[in-house]
């Protein structure tokens, strides 16, 4: 299976940038596919899409949001950061079934 | 728009089985498959397996198979995972999800389905 590294936890102060990073344990890419995703999970809901194939916003989601990189390594961006975005951020790629996740960034204030 | 709106919570006992259902609205049920994704306490997401609905295909997770049977009711666009043989490990929350055909991201969640295995 392929595995997906995180780090746990991210701090941020309010109106800053916050980069999430994701690691392949291998690529994640076909061709000009990027086949990884982000997901935002806040207590107590489902998880949410945020990113698809590594650049694509989901349908709804802020600009502030945004997503980057290919084979190996992908970063979820946010910029600026408001009070509403602390929750914890998962990736998951779709390249080789299984499919898997990260084990999620929790994003916290400074 | 598009829901997924999942049964209710469960509390079983070691050895049992548990059915919980998917209902889908707001969409065409079989122009996408439905996904089922495991999260227990305070932990990440693990991919269960997949069904197509129109077709009834299925994918399983080798560390599901066994565990988990997938089924569907097209005429009511309702998606079922029935868990069996359950230990308190299969405690956790269940939740499905959408993905377009051909793509395996989700774009859309259920609320998830709380169970508790125990004595």
């Known amino acids: 299976d392929i595995v997906l590294t995180q780090s746990p936890a991210l701090a941020v102060s309010l109106g800053q940038r916050a980069t999430i990073s994701c690691r392949a344990s291998q690529s994640v890419s076909i061709s000009r596919y990027n086949l990884m995703h982000w997901y935002q999970q806040k207590p107590g809901q489902q998880p949410k899409l945020l990113i698809y194939?590594?650049?694509n916003l989901a349908s709804g989601i802020p600009a502030r949001f945004s997503g980057s990189g290919s084979g190996t390594d992908f970063t979820l961006t946010i910029n600026p950061v408001q009070a509403d975005d602390i929750a914890t951020y998962y990736c998951?790629?779709?390249?080789?079934?299984?499919?898997?996740f990260g084990a999620g960034t929790k994003l916290e204030l400074k | 728009q598009v829901q997924l709106q999942q049964s209710g919570a469960e509390l079983v006992k070691p050895g049992s089985s548990v059915k919980m259902s998917c209902k889908a609205s707001g969409y065409t049920f079989t122009s996408y498959y439905i996904y089922w994704i495991k999260q227990r306490p305070g932990q990440g997401l693990e991919w269960i397996g997949r069904?197509?609905?129109?077709?009834?295909?299925?994918n399983y997770n080798e560390k599901f198979k066994g565990k988990a049977t997938f089924t569907v009711d097209k005429s009511s666009s309702t998606a079922y995972m029935q868990l069996s043989s359950l230990t308190p490990e299969d405690t956790a929350v269940y939740y499905c999800a959408r993905s377009p055909l051909y793509s395996s991201y989700l774009d859309y969640w259920g609320q998830g389905v709380m169970v508790t295995v125990s004595s």
């Open positions: 194939r590594a650049s």
């Open positions: 998951q790629q779709s390249r080789e079934s299984p499919p898997t």
């Open positions: 069904i197509g609905p129109g077709s009834g295909d299925t």
